[in-house]
């Protein structure tokens, strides 16, 4: 779960890996609008991706609480300076979010003839949405960057700005 090149920050590491987790959502998302719209059945490979990426995040989250040695250390995780809620809290919400979708979807996804109301379809798209948004608030390393952040990255190379002046000289 934790390449070793990034732990130095286990929960940036984790966060990669759960957001590309999330993008596999995606064309779930598109097919719950299409049968919202009726343009679509719902199709049992989207149940078996809604189910796999739970899954796997449910494993992540286990393996995230068991590289780490303490629950405190855990809950003190963020992504980023900018990240206000811990990872661990923000993505067991989404986790009950997704598993609620599951729930919902579960008699399509298996086709045991129970129906789906147009409600629970709508409710479904909803709590998957909601779940989706959380995992990318939290974990999408596209996230704008904070004016500490900006401020600080010129500080990591240590680039005292004595290359620009060589430059210059050598230029004019």
């Not at 993008?23 to 991706?49: G, H």
């Not at 789906?116 to 798209?125: E, G, I, P, R, T």
């Not at 904070?146 to 060589?166: C, F």
């Amino acid at each position: 779960v934790l390449p070793a090149k990034d732990a130095a920050n286990p929960a940036q590491a984790f966060c990669a890996k759960t957001f590309k987790t999330c993008q596999q959502l995606l064309p779930v998302i598109k097919n719950l609008r299409n049968v919202i719209n009726n343009r679509e059945f719902f199709q049992t490979e989207s149940y078996r991706v809604l189910v796999a990426a739970r899954r796997s995040l449910v494993s992540d989250m286990e393996s995230l609480h068991e590289h780490q040695l303490q629950l405190k250390a855990v809950h003190n995780l963020r992504a980023s300076e900018s990240c206000s809620r811990p990872v661990d809290i923000a993505l067991e919400g989404a986790l009950l979010l997704l598993g609620r979708c599951v729930d919902i979807v579960r008699p399509a996804g298996l086709l045991t003839g129970a129906p789906v109301s147009q409600d629970d379809w709508k409710l479904a798209l909803l709590v998957l949405k909601q779940a989706f948004e959380t995992i990318k608030t939290v974990c999408d390393p596209d996230q704008p960057l904070t004016p500490d952040e900006w401020m600080n990255l010129g500080d990591e190379g240590g680039d005292s700005g004595d290359d620009d002046d060589a430059a210059d000289k050598s230029l004019g």
